[in-house]
């Protein structure tokens, strides 16, 4: 049987059960298992496994049931789905707390930890000045170097989460060094997480167009008028500078400074009904 720990979304787990259970020789189908559950709609599990809808709070325990959870399972699976199912960023921090505290010694995935790291923008901001800075515990001196700077007690926590995160190393000179981890936002957790990241260093923006003067910083705006495929173009050219950008500084051997760079494309009107007008 799939152990529920080694799964951050919900949706995964369900879908992964339905294929361990017709491995097993006990083939259920999603009609089957919703009607095991007590839905009145055949349908309507497979809405929720393809993410058209949620999971009704109501349905959890019952659902829970039909899994054949045992009682710890059946908390965790409950945590999952008020997480993956979350709209506001301080519900999904406060279900992610509760899921650290009563369940990291049982869930194996990396994802928790990585919902951490984008938690607050000065984590990936001090993993890259570890890139090229010297380093060896003076936490003091290390939250100083960052702008706007942090507490000893913030850069000695991130110092901390990376080192669990295998995204730094120390040394036996007593030097922290960067290691060949990269964190991936696949994860739901994660995915969650980003949103929260981006939020951080979008209000990192528009403190620097007052911090520093416009010699110090690049930036400029655009508001352009688009049909779907010249939307699909802009996409395709924002991934590709940002791959040029990251092949820049995988190469730049010389690196003094982070910097942080926003790219952002999002909607100023309403796409019209019924097509072209």
């Known amino acids: 049987m799939i152990s529920i720990f080694k799964y951050s979304d919900y949706r995964l787990f369900l879908r992964d059960w339905l294929q361990a259970q017709k491995a097993g020789g006990r083939p259920i189908t999603y009609e089957a298992l919703g009607e095991a559950a007590g839905f009145t709609s055949k349908g309507f599990l497979t809405q929720i496994l393809q993410g058209k809808t949620n999971l009704p709070e109501r349905m959890i325990g019952r ?13 965790y699976f409950a945590l999952l789905v008020g997480f993956n199912q979350a709209k506001r960023a301080s519900e999904r921090a406060e279900l992610h707390r509760l899921i650290q505290e009563g369940f990291k010694a049982d869930v194996k995935a990396l994802a928790l ?76 957790f ?19 167009l007052e911090t520093f003067p416009k010699e110090k910083r690049s930036g400029s705006t655009l508001t352009l008028g688009l049909s779907e495929a010249g939307y699909k173009a802009l996409e395709e050219k924002l991934k590709t500078l940002r791959r040029e950008m990251v092949e820049i500084a995988r190469f730049d051997k010389e690196i003094d400074r982070v910097i942080q760079v926003n790219l952002h494309a999002f909607p100023l009107t309403r796409k019209p009904k019924g097509g072209k007008r």
Do not use: C, N
């Open 190 to 208: 994660v995915s969650h997480a980003v949103i929260q990241f981006q939020r951080e260093t979008m209000d990192l923006a528009k403190e620097a």
């Open 113 to 188: 930890e990585q919902f951490e790291y984008y938690q607050k923008w000065y984590y990936s901001a001090i993993r890259s000045l570890l890139g090229y800075h010297p380093f060896s515990g003076d936490f003091a001196d290390l939250a100083k170097q960052l702008e706007p700077p942090i507490t000893t007690a913030q850069a000695k926590r991130a110092v901390h989460l990376l080192e669990e995160l295998g995204l730094i190393l120390r040394g036996e000179d007593g030097q922290y060094r960067l290691t060949d981890r990269l964190i991936t936002s696949g994860e739901s």
């Open 63 to 75: 659902i829970s049931k039909a899994l054949e959870l045992k009682k710890k399972e059946r908390d």
